[in-house]
């Protein structure tokens, strides 16, 4: 009975405050992260982990709590499906586990909440991480968690094919991505040279790796720039592949691996999850994987995942010793040989688990330049609005320059969040 | 006579190409659940698997905790179903045979509750439970979905058919209130209730984002967000897990839907006709 | 269900010296439990709701929620100026003024298929339509994918046979919505036909005999006795239909994802994007112009179908 009436006059007090007029302050700014105790971690630490992760990485702590014999880890997995939900939920609830594996892209609205902890300088160092990845986890100049594993973007592409096409050691560039894609079509037979995602949801991804190699930024300081001359000629070439018929535009779901199989694909941009997805159809041996052709550089998408201590943690302190303790190169290329989730540190790439393969290495290379777009709250619409957009150039043939200027005004409308 | 069976026969024919439209997405779902993963994704689709496989169930079963999530799912939904069965019943029955200050007001509320966006009301009502300290518990899960507004319009149309003649006669009997309504209008509402509570389970049993977003352990996962635990990863989805995880699901409410629908079909019969 | 706005005379219990007032309490008594739950778990969360929809809340102030403005009517004057809102809401309005009457002509014909004088395997194609309403959507939307696949297909291969070249239904702007349509009307109707099939149970059968006798035809008979029987089922469904479908969600998330440029997002759909990207204010005001226009509909169709004496 007491909660009840507590439950109203919450609700009572939400609308007296709201009669009220009250504001936001409109914080922002650097916020400093507390040291974290010396010794070894002790009671219990709650985390919240996706898929996968989520399924191995309570047996897989157990050698963290080998370590820390006081200490307890235990892991709640939680579908990718609405992860996002949940998360915001537990925050509005003000019911959050200690540590949470937290998607990139929605990085920079959570911890735009003030609901994640600074990163302690006294544990992490910078520069052990891939920068692109560091760059996730930073919110009006603070480090919320670290990055916990990584993955980008590639052209993976069928070497038999290639070879006929007269591109045996894969496109370095611009202009051999095109005539691959072409002679892909005339000289092996292939019935789409190259797949590139038509826009719609997560297209970003895909479009704006070719921004970047072009010296494109999607944002300088606080604001975002997406109609600049660099950005409008990476669009045009990307809508070229659609109206020259070099890329298909409605291809389903689940049809890309079969064709692709069947040599009807010679090409397609994913990331390094598809070498296992290929290998299950029988493809093994017949593809490659090479970098992001190069116009300026040549710069892919970072993406992966984040993990991160939250500020109601009430285990903080053991918390950032169990991230720690995951961010340790030799426990992020365990971790890689457990999951395939690749490491967000450097120096574990030197493990002959993952230099020894010639695709991941490829990757390993790519992901030391590679950018994500700016952790603004906003993010996540602006993206959506970017797909939209990007779909009436791929599919409808509209303007490119148009596109990035209808992008650039809900950008400028609904500002960047922080 | 001859044109009667023609006629006969053709409406058959309609009936089983219907049928085939209706149930072949299911069989074929069954099917596929039994072939490797490959084979799901071929081109053409086939219908019968190249090589029956049990993987996707072994997988499934081996790597979740099923019979812990199965069981959470049931307690759930009974309680659920229970719940809406008594509460609906009791308000439907005074809104359609009892007359109390704020009647009106009260049904028309209820009424406009059903039309309300389910996603508005989401965060709040799980801060609200959050705060009431139910958050990871059972209550968490059941107490929100006890008072659906669909139950209360059901049973309170279902219950204006009644004749009041009967009611009346138990009262000149001297059968106390609550005696009346146990005794006199539950039992000719059976058919209504078999209705309520089979659509009310098969929501319940359904349901997705609030067993996800209450339970903070997954000890108190239900079957659904178990499922999507392993067949949903972050960059692709595994089909053969996806269709047995599905399989899994409907099973249970293919059984209480046989199970009660003879009176289902007699329930909505009644309401349907006032 | 003609009754569902009708007031029937209550019954008072007449053995009782004070019967108001023991009316009431008993009233009151049945209805409580109800009521309690009902607006601890519905109503608070609604008025909530309600008050975020007149701030600018976004999700970043979930941790703070009362330290938002307070922006009026703010939120729903921008929905009228937000392109793909009015999108959506063509989108949703052309989804319920097809889909309803394709759902309830789709389940009529069923029902009356099946009530033609067919005695044996009701309870099979009984339970075989009914299966779409029971199955999880996720499991619907597997198959309906493949179906409509262009290339892998079912519905383009069997077209392929009689030599047409099947297009790509969800993928092609001019096909989407409509695939959309059929799909949703495909998975719903089992569960209309099963209440139109008890409103045709229940009409006399004599009805149908001095007609023939009469000399009228079956689509007379359908027409002339039928029809004006099945109203208040007819009412009935129309109603629930016009509820679930202006609420369109489902379908278009797991099929299309509000696809291709835009072509099948419903308001629903929307709204979910816009609480996904943190915009509560934004969105619990988008929620209550639907709630409107479900309200609207709702009202629009007892005027039109509710029996006039009502």
Redesign the interface.
Known sequence: MRYRWLAVATSAALVASMAAGCGRDSGGGQEAAKDVAEGKASGEITVWAMGTEGEKLGEFAKAFTAENPDAKVSVTAVPWDSAGQKITSAIAAKATPDVSMIGTTMQGEIAKTGALDPTPTDLFQKDSFFPGAWDTTVVDDTAYGVPWYVETRGIFYRTDLAQKAGFPDGPKTWDDLKAMAKAMQTKAGAKWGVNLQPGKTGSWQSILPFGWSNGAEINSDDKYTFDTPQMTEALTYYQSFFSEKLSPTNLPEGALEPAFAKGEIGAFMSGPWHVGILNEQGVKGKFAVAPMPSKQSSTSFIGGSNIAVFKDAKNRDAAWKFLQWLSKPDVQAKWYQTVSDLPAVQSAWDDTALSGDPMLKVFGEQLKSAKAPPAFPTWTQLAATFDVEAEKVCVGGSDPAAALKAVQSQADSIGTGS | MTRDRVA?LS??A??CA??L???G??L??LLSSFKP??DI?????TWWPSTWTLDHYRDLFD?LDFPQYFANSAIVAVLVTAGNL???S??G?????????G??A?FL??L??????G???????????????L?NTYAGLV??F??G?FG??LMR?FL??IP?DL??AA??D?AG?WRI?WRVVLPLCKPALATLGILTF?SSW?N??WP??VA???DKYTL??AL???A??????Y?GL??AG??V??VP??IV??AL?RH???G??????? | MTAALQERPPVLPKSDKTPRRRSRFVGWAFAAPFTVLFLVFALLPVMASLVMSVTDMRATDLRTPLAVNFVGLDNYTRLFSDDLFLRSAVNTLVFVVIGVPLTIVAALAAANGLNSGLIRFRAVFRVGFYLPVVTSIVAIAVIWRFLLDPEAGLVDNLLGLVGIDGPNWLGDTSTSLGSIIVMAAWRNFGSLMVIFLAALQSIPHDLYEAATLDGAGRWQQFRRITIPLMRPALLFGAVITGIGYLQLFEEPLVMTQGGPLSSTLSVSYHIYNQFGFGNYGYAAAASYVLFVAIVALSVMQFRLLGNRDD
């Open positions: 006969k409406l058959y309609i009936l219907g049928l439209v209706v149930v997405p299911f074929w779902m993963e490959a994704r071929s081109v053409p689709p790597r008594l509460f609906c009791l308000l029955y005074a809104l359609a045979k009892l007359d109390f200050p009647r009106k009260l509320t209820v406009g509750m059903l039309m309300v966006p996603m508005v009301t989401f965060v709040p009502q799980f801060v609200l439970v959050s705060n009431l300290g958050a107490l929100p006890l008072a507004p209360v319009f149309q204006l058919a009041d009611i009346e009262r000149v001297g209130e309504f098969l359904n997705f984002l996800l977003v903070t352990t997954d659904p967000v999507a635990l392993y949903i990863g972050q960059n692709r989805i089909y996806l269709l599905a399989v699901v409907v409410v293919l839907f046989l629908q289902f079909m007699r909505i019969a009644t309401t349907g006709l006032k």
